[in-house]
């Protein structure tokens, strides 16, 4: 199984919210992490078909999606961004409504939105509205829709906004559990979610996939570029002009400065082990 990415641009009215994207996609997690507005909403869109590309096609198993039609819709899961389902249904009720829609026969659909809802941990809250839910719960609802069909693709758009330190640990166990035989292309911009659960990070800066590697390998570029130093609070104007800062943490007057620099920013500067939020910064934050 692969979905294909081909040299794909997006314009809004002029705007280029995407250019010449391409990508080759087997069976594994995906972490697409982009600052605000850098087009990875509209990238996901256009894998799900919703809106089709200025240029450039998508191909699952060497056919072009929208070709495909209804039958690549049957392989797909998919949560919006801004995914909030119907106010007046009850969770079950809600994925019963969907299990229809998706074409699965009633008995199956009644086992498999059962299942689920233990899945995504809202069995015990079934029959409350989906109006009384919590951010966190919507999200949920929103991931077990997206799996009612069991779906070879599923795209998810931002998953974990949301969800607590639990919920995000129990998301991250399901999906990996998932990818054996899926594309699972998730969207966030918290670099743990993808430092714990990607197989590969995709990094999108307006428009442009800048990166497609696997975390370690980012990792590893950074090995020997971070540093770690104490400074007094009156020189830290000067370290944050002068180098790409990735933390910082003020304790009395004294203050911890985590620095990613190819070279040393000062003598006492100790290298320490790169993390995803490193990466983040280096690649995000560096004009
Ligand atoms: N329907 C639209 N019409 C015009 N411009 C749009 C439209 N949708 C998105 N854009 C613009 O395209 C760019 C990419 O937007 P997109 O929503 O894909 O980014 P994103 O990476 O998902 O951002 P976020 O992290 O905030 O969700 C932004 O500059 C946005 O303003
Ligand atoms: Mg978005």
């Given at each position: ?151 070879d693709i599923l795209i998810l ?131």
């Open positions: 199984m692969n979905l294909t990415v081909h040299d794909i641009t997006h314009q809004y009215k002029g705007f280029y919210a995407l250019q010449g994207i391409n990508m080759e996609l087997t069976p594994g997690i995906y972490g697409l992490l982009g600052p605000n507005g850098a087009g990875k909403t509209t990238l996901l869109r256009i894998l799900v078909d919703i809106i089709s590309p200025t240029k450039g096609e998508v191909l699952y198993n060497n056919r072009e999606i929208s070709a495909l039609g209804s039958q690549y819709r049957d392989i797909l899961g998919y949560l919006p961004q801004n995914f909030s389902g119907y106010r007046n249904f009850t969770a079950e009720n809600f994925l019963m409504y969907v299990a229809d829609l998706k074409g699965l026969d009633k008995q199956a659909a009644r086992e498999r939105v059962q299942e689920l809802l233990e899945v995504v941990g809202l069995h015990e809250t079934k029959k409350k509205k989906l109006k009384n839910f919590s951010g966190g719960m919507s999200r949920r609802i929103g991931i077990a829709q997206a799996l009612l069909n069991d779906p758009d931002e998953p974990t906004a949301g969800l607590d330190p639990s919920e995000r640990i129990r998301l991250r166990g399901i999906l990996s559990q998932l990818s054996k035989n899926k594309i699972i292309i998730l969207s966030t911009h918290i670099v743990s979610d993808i430092e714990y659960i990607a197989d590969e990070v995709l990094l999108l800066k307006e428009g442009k996939l800048i990166a497609s590697e696997k975390p370690s390998e980012l990792l590893h570029q950074l090995s020997n570029h971070v540093w770690h130093i104490q400074i007094d609070e009156n020189e830290l104007e000067h370290f944050s002009s002068a180098f790409t800062i990735s933390n910082i943490h003020q304790q009395g007057t004294r203050i911890e400065l985590r620095i990613v620099s190819k070279t040393q920013p000062h003598p006492n500067a100790k290298n320490v082990e790169p993390r995803m939020e490193d990466i983040y910064v280096s690649y995000f934050e560096n004009e």
